[in-house]
């Protein structure tokens, strides 16, 4: 028909054809559903369903009937013969649904900026990547139509991110988490971004886009050579964020650690926050990946220090109390300075069980370990303390008045620690 001079008749009756196959085909798989005026007034719940529709619809576009249609249209059209007819009609036959793809895209992006939002704009972002190599042989135009789209909805989604940085640094509570158990922001932003690492890549390609228009529009060429050269900045994009997230929850807890007036339940709380945000990054391989061993490192340093400074601050005077300056009056034992001594001991040892055993430490392993270095410090302590200086005080009356603890009581008192649960003093040995 060509060659006999129907160039026009021939594109029309295949374009005629061919859009009337291809709007049935959508029509099955829902395409006629999409609404995009109402976009902008239906809740957030029945959008995601929308937009659940719109990126299965744009899926079987990108892997069957984009490639079907232009497997078919270089077979009516080849490429040596008619490759401007054959880009032109396929161009005109996909551009029409593919505007309808991005209108709704766009109307997405629109809609109030939320946290829980991010993982939607993300899947369409991948959704509109993936249609591009889908929609190569068209024109020029469309493909650029696409990418813009595409980085409207990644703008939005570092738009997103970002609330996640103001709602730490915004969460300015007076009131301290009771018995300094993990704080609902530290458990929030790291389930948070176990989820955002899911999408990693997609992330760190978004991050990288936006960083490169911000600095293109701010830096001078020399400084953003010199910039890009710093070690800072060979880090992903996406780890760059992570690790200023990490840090401005660091400086958050830091803050609200200090609400607690007992600094032995500050370390407490430190500690448990700092396990569970271990926890989390060691669990994750992305996490992991991205912050990278050296960090993991430092968290776990600061564990210990926390550890030890709450084992200074409960148990330093405990200890402090069972040395032997000050009981020999004369040269020789006196025994109302060890009376005085073990009542001491038994008061300081009674408020840390009645306090310390409301408080809470989640992780197992860390409430063992906490259990267990206790105890390496204070049973020797007390089982020589007791084994030199008792016999000095049996022969008295009421010696239990005194004596309150024997060393195998300890370890009971010990266990009954980070449970959450107020004392009972029911378990210690007669």
């Not at 490639?67 to 490429?79: A, K, N, Q, R």
């Amino acid at each position: 028909m060509i060659s006999a001079g129907y160039e026009t008749e021939c594109c029309m009756s295949y374009e005629t054809s061919r859009r009337h196959a291809f709007k049935e085909e959508l029509s099955e798989i829902g395409f006629d559903g999409i609404n995009v005026e109402d976009v902008q007034r239906i809740p957030w719940e029945t959008l995601q369903g929308e937009i659940a529709s719109w990126i299965s619809i744009v899926r079987r576009c990108s892997s069957v009937f984009f490639p079907g249609e232009l497997s078919l249209c270089s077979t009516v059209f080849p490429e040596q013969y008619h490759a401007p007819i054959r880009k032109r009609l396929f161009t005109g036959l996909i551009s029409a649904v593919t505007i309808r793809f991005l209108d709704f895209s766009g109307a997405v992006v629109l809609t109030k900026r939320s946290s829980e939002k991010l993982f939607k704009f993300l899947d369409m972002y991948e959704t509109l990547r993936e249609l591009i190599p889908a929609v190569e042989e068209s024109d020029s135009d469309l493909i650029q139509e696409i990418k813009l789209s595409q980085t409207r909805l990644g703008e939005a989604a570092v738009t997103i991110f970002g609330e996640l940085e103001n709602s730490i640094k915004t969460d300015i509570g007076r009131t301290p988490v009771p018995s300094g158990a993990v704080h609902p922001l530290t458990r929030y932003t790291m389930n948070y971004l176990k989820y955002a690492c899911e999408y990693k890549d997609t992330l760190d390609q978004v991050f990288q886009h936006y960083e490169k228009a911000e600095t293109d529009e701010t830096e001078p060429e020399p400084e953003r050579n010199q910039r890009e050269d710093d070690e800072e900045y060979k880090t992903s994009a996406f780890a760059r964020q992570m690790i200023r997230v990490m840090e401005l929850l660091d400086a958050n807890l830091e803050v609200k650690s200090g609400l607690y007036r007992d600094p032995s339940l500050r370390s407490i709380f430190l500690m448990n926050n700092g396990r569970y945000i271990l926890q989390k990054i060691k669990g994750s391989t992305e996490i992991r990946d991205l912050m990278g061993q050296a960090w993991t490192r430092k968290r776990s340093t600061e564990l210990r220090q926390y550890h030890k400074s709450y084992q200074r601050e409960t148990w330093g005077k405990v200890l402090q109390c069972m040395n032997q300056e000050g009981l020999q009056v004369n040269g020789k034992i006196s025994k109302t300075a060890l009376k005085e001594r073990f009542k001491i001991f038994n008061n300081m040892f009674d408020e840390i069980h009645k306090t310390q055993s409301t408080w809470i430490v989640s992780d197992e392993q860390m409430q063992s370990e906490l259990r267990v270095s206790i105890a390496a410090l204070v049973i020797p302590a007390y089982r020589s303390f007791f084994g030199r200086y008792k016999q000095h005080i049996d022969s008295g009356r009421h010696t239990d008045k005194y004596v309150k603890y024997q060393p195998e009581d300890i370890e009971s008192v010990i266990d009954d620690l980070f449970d959450g649960n107020p004392a009972s003093m029911g378990r210690k040995r007669t």
